[in-house]
Every structure is written in C-alpha cells, then in structure tokens.
C-alpha cells in the first residue's frame, strides 16, 4: 500500500458540525463539463477530483464525498479530464465551498492519465488559487514533483 498525504488550505473552515443520515454522491459524466453549474445546480458545495490509473484515487474521491455530508456540505465526484478546470477559480465564489484532489501517481511517479491536464495547467506557475479553499492528497511518489512545481508547504499526516 502506498503512502499519502494530505495538504489543506490555510484558509479556515468554521463548518464542522456531525450529522447523521442518507449520504448521497454523484458522479460527474456529461456533455456539459462545467462542474460549477453541476454544484450550483445541485446545491453543493465540495468537489473531489481525481486522478486514478486502477481506480484506487477515484474509490477513495467517492468516500471524501460521502463524508463532506457529516460536515454540511454536499459533494460530488469528479473526473479533471472531463471538467474544464480553469473553473476551479470560480468555486471560491460558491459559499463555504471546498475542491480535494486525491491524486494517484503511474509509472515513474508520472500524473495519471486523467489527470496529466490538470498537472501541466497547475504546474505552469500562472495559475492563482488565492481565497480557494482545497485540500490535496497524493497517492505514492508524485509528493517529490508537487513539492518542487508549487509553493505548498507539506506536513506529513
């Protein structure tokens, strides 16, 4: 099994509260790759990308979502590749939203397949996540390329 880390924002979330009940999540798969409409549309607010080769990453998204419901927020699942992510700075105007991407590595410690757009597009240095709340949890060796390509200070769980 391999390690992972987590990675959160500093910004702060004053939204822990547990609730219990029905859990619901839903899997992104359209034509119409805007995932801010999808949330707004559906009243969520916490997205989880991931970017898998064997289904590992995206088994673990499914679960993150499942349990933002114990922290009031709604979520959904969803695929980088099929999303046009250069929304992701929208979602900062979404009260009390939150994006995770549980990120798996292939081969060499190489992005995933669907998920190689999403890394050269961060990667790029041009991208401002200032005032977005995320979180990010890397799955095996691509932790060594995410320390060198970003400005995220890690700590190990």
Same mark, same amino acid.
């Given at each position: !099994?391999?390690?992972?880390? @987590? ?5 702060? $979330?004053?939204? =822990? ?16 790759? $805007? #995932?801010?409409? &999808? /949330? ?5 607010? /916490?997205?989880? #990308? ?25 979520? !959904?699942? *969803?695929?980088?590749?099929? %999303? ?6 929208? @979602? &900062? +105007?979404?009260? &009390?939203? @939150?994006?995770?991407? %549980?990120? *798996? ?8 397949? +669907? *998920? !190689?757009?999403?890394?050269?597009? =961060? ?8 005032? @977005?709340?995320?979180?990010?949890? =890397? ?6 390329? *995410? ?6 200070? %890690?700590?190990?769980?």
């Amino acid at each position: !099994m391999g390690r992972s880390l @987590l990675l959160i924002s500093k910004s702060p $979330s004053p939204y =822990i509260h547990v609730t219990h009940g029905p859990t619901t999540v839903t899997t992104t798969v359209s034509s119409d790759n $805007s #995932f801010i409409k &999808k /949330l707004k549309a559906s009243g969520r607010s /916490l997205v989880v #990308f991931y970017g898998s080769q064997t289904g590992t990453a995206e088994e673990f998204a499914g679960r993150l979502a499942k349990e933002g419901i114990r922290y009031q927020m709604k979520g !959904m699942v *969803a695929d980088p590749e099929e %999303c046009d992510m250069e929304e992701l700075l929208q @979602l &900062k +105007n979404i009260e &009390k939203s @939150l994006a995770v991407f %549980c990120l *798996a590595t292939y081969g060499e410690g190489d992005p995933t397949d +669907n *998920a !190689m757009e999403f890394y050269e597009w =961060i990667t790029n240095g041009d991208v401002d996540m200032s005032g @977005l709340n995320y979180a990010v949890s =890397i799955f095996k060796n691509l932790l060594k390329k *995410a320390i060198k390509t970003s400005h995220v200070q %890690c700590e190990e769980p």
